[in-house]
């Protein structure tokens, strides 16, 4: 096996584990395999692995390779999870089947217009800034179900989960209770929680979807 097929390996083994330790059902998590920065060769090494589920930052870093791998790959899905410009919008419409970083209205309408322009409907997730850190996006917590209500009502967009990205170096637990319990409160079913180093503790509080880069494909080539 490559050293892709390996990690795959070890990281789908602590996902089965934890997923049982918490009294889920087997496969009740997916993994989106993060692989920003790294190139399509390695895309392809995962997806040989058995690898579906792909999560990007950029637009356009995502459009350089993925659509080249989906005719061989038909169960392929693109999530993008990073920040997104509201002039990449559309483009994001047009290459994702998830953008997980909805975090604003300006953004909600440029999506619900990328939509009917490409008549394609990515789901899309609402980012939560749950710890309230005023240098990271995210819709605050005490603003959340207005802002999901408009999105889902006003702009017609398909909300089908929340996001969440904890703080760094704090216990990330209650931020995926908070986002967990208000999932449950919205009656939506995606929870993208949980990144390599806490996604047994994501999965322990309901988490659908672990989102693990370096675990999987190494440190980040240096740009």
């Known amino acids: 096996m490559s050293s892709i097929a390996e990690n795959l390996h070890r990281v789908r083994a602590r996902i089965a584990e934890a997923t049982l330790r918490a009294g889920r059902a087997e496969g009740a998590v ?22 579906a589920v ?16 989906r005719p061989d790959h038909p169960a ?4 993008i999870i990073g920040a997104l410009q509201t002039n990449k919008a559309r483009d994001a419409v047009r290459v994702a089947d998830v953008i997980e970083s909805l975090d604003r209205p300006k953004l909600a309408a440029a999506l619900a217009e990328g939509m009917a322009r490409e008549s394609r409907r990515p789901r899309v997730l609402v980012q939560v800034n749950t710890g309230r850190e005023p240098q990271k996006a995210g819709i605050l917590p ?10 889902r009502e006003a702009g017609g967009l398909p ?9 760094a170096d704090t216990d990330p637990n209650p931020h995926f209770a908070l986002l967990a319990e208000a999932a449950r409160r919205l009656r939506l079913d995606i929870l993208s929680m ?9 999965i322990a509080h309901g988490a659908t979807h672990v ?13």
């Not at 920003?36 to 895309?43: I, R, T």
């Not at 792909?54 to 791998?69: C, I, M, S, T």
């Not at 880069?213 to 980040?220: K, P």
């Open 159 to 167: 909300v089908a989960g929340l996001m969440c990205i904890p703080p």
């Open 54 to 69: 792909f999560g990007e930052n950029r637009v356009q870093e995502a459009a350089g390779k993925f659509p080249a791998l």
């Open 194 to 202: 949980g990144m390599s180093g806490d996604f047994e503790a994501a």
């Open 142 to 151: 005490e603003a959340l179900d207005d802002f999901v209500a408009e999105c």
């Open 30 to 51: 997916t993994l989106v395999a993060v692989s920003k920065f790294h190139p399509a060769e390695a895309v392809a090494e995962a997806l040989a692995a058995g690898q």
């Open 211 to 223: 989102r693990v880069g370096t675990a999987i494909f190494g440190h980040r080539p240096v740009l």
């Open 76 to 79: 392929l899905r693109l999530h």
